[in-house]
């Protein structure tokens, strides 16, 4: 019987565990803090989106950081897999907008009391608050684990322990120290799914106002270089929201070039042609005509970005609508399809949805999830340099990684 230990219980490292389990192996889950999947109970605003229904492809496209890496694991354990497995363990679930799937209960607790219920199973000894502080080779082999409490010899050992952010989580970087001391390269770890810094501090007065059906493009040196539909919101330090995480990731590279002078612009009517909309306000315009221009605007905007687009417009809000010349007018609806702020920077890591860069990819198979350098070494979840976006396909990612990772470190290459 192999002795397995799986370091870090997050959602990569309970599939890991009670694969394991169930293919007959002695495992033991290190966990640090007093519970596993503390992480998990947080997910999708605690209901846990715990995949999508999308194909391989789109799988691969929503993962930017490394996707390509993964469809080895996807073939091995795909969504629908992971849907029968969890079924099998009777949690049910349910698919919503964007084929976002989520547990039937909305209760991402479930999800993790599901996993604990199956770790009994098949008899995994968890040891909670328990952080492991180094991996031991010989001879390019993995041969034990040392935790902060005790020493365990192991045929093999799975490395689940998440990337940095959210660090109280448990998420706190431990697994680059311990890949890097036994040899392992770590890539630039940087934050992704995370909310944008701007320049201008206007946003603080509209804080909380959430936009929807907008279109939100990133540009550096006059290109757009991403593009996203859907919500946005404004923050005393900038711009958040599903459009801006998704974003994240390519500002996130961006920034690490040379003067690379990021500007985030939202089209505030994207559904509109440039000339379709100057007919709009003309209307509006027409209809209040002997107001004041604060006053004319509120059919087309929310009351409190009224001000926000006069000013960056340049004109004055106490101004008569009837004054209003034609080319004030095209300078409103330039405003309107092109509001432009500057980035500053992005929030920390600790911030982020996920961690962006981790355990070098070329050091491990895409097939086994094991390294080329450490024999039994396996690496499993946000710990690897890999990110995706949101849609359940972080949660995906670490699943399938964890459930191949289990599977060839009981079964080696005959499976
Ligand atoms: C607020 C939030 C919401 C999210 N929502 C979703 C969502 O709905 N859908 C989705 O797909 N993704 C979501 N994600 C991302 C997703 O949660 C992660 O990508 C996923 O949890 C990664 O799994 P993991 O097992 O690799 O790491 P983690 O879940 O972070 O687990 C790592 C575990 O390792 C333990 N550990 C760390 N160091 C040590 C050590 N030295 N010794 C022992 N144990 C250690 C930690 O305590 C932790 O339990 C969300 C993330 C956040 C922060």
Redesign the pocket.
């Known amino acids: 019987m192999k002795q397995i230990i799986v370091?870090?219980?997050?959602?990569?490292?309970l599939m890991a565990a009670v694969i394991a389990g169930r293919e007959g192996a002695r495992v033991i889950l290190?966990?640090?803090?007093n519970m596993?999947g503390?992480?998990?109970g947080?997910?999708?605003k605690g209901r846990?989106?715990i995949t999508n229904n999308a194909d391989m492809t789109e799988f691969i496209k929503n993962t930017p950081g490394n996707g390509k890496f993964l469809y080895g694991a996807y073939e091995r354990f795909s969504n629908e897999d992971l849907l029968e497995l969890l079924h099998s363990w009777g949690l049910k679930t349910k698919v919503e907008r964007g084929g976002r799937v989520f547990p039937e209960s909305d209760s991402a607790l479930e999800v993790r009391n599901t996993f604990m219920k199956i770790l009994k199973k098949y008899n995994v000894q968890v040891h909670l608050n328990e952080?492991?502080t180094s991996i031991t080779v010989k001879d390019d082999r993995v041969v034990g684990v040392t935790t902060d409490k005790e020493q365990y010899a192991c045929d093999a050992a799975i490395i689940?322990?998440?990337?940095a952010?959210?660090p109280l989580?448990?998420?706190?970087g431990?697994?680059y120290t311990l890949a890097k001391k036994i040899g392992h390269t770590i890539t630039d770890i940087r934050p992704s799914l995370v909310p944008i810094v701007t320049e201008e501090s206007w946003v603080k007065d509209i804080m909380g106002l959430s936009l929807r059906n907008v279109e939100v493009s990133v540009i550096s040196k006059n290109k757009v270089q991403a593009k996203q539909f859907g919500e946005m919101m404004f923050t005393h330090f900038g711009l958040t929201g599903p459009t801006i995480l998704s974003l994240s990731h390519t500002v996130g590279k961006l920034l690490r070039k040379k003067n690379p002078q990021i500007t985030i612009e939202i089209n505030l009517k994207p559904a509109l042609t440039a000339e379709v909309l100057d007919k709009r306000l003309q209307k509006d315009f027409d209809l209040y005509s002997k107001k004041q221009l604060a006053n004319g605007m509120k059919d087309l905007l929310p009351v409190n970005l009224i001000p926000i687009v006069i000013k960056l417009a340049e004109l004055d809000p106490s101004k008569p609508i009837n004054q209003i010349t034609k080319e004030e007018r095209l300078r409103l609806c330039h405003v309107l399809q092109h509001m432009t702020l500057t980035v500053k920077e992005l929030r920390p890591v600790a911030e982020a949805?996920?961690t962006a860069g981790g355990i070098s990819l070329k050091e491990f198979s895409p097939k086994t999830m094991e390294s080329k350098l450490v024999k039994g070494l396996y690496g499993a979840?946000?710990?690897l340099d890999i990110d995706a976006f949101t849609g359940?396909?972080?949660?995906?990612a670490?699943f399938s990684t964890g459930y191949v990772a289990a599977m060839h470190a009981v079964h080696g290459d005959e499976e």
Do not use: F, H, R, W
């Open positions: 370091i870090g219980g997050g959602a990569a490292g290190l966990e640090k803090m596993v503390k992480k998990m947080i997910t999708g846990c989106n952080p492991v689940c322990t998440g990337g952010s959210y989580t448990g998420s706190t431990d697994g949805i996920v979840g946000e710990v359940g396909y972080n949660l995906q670490a």
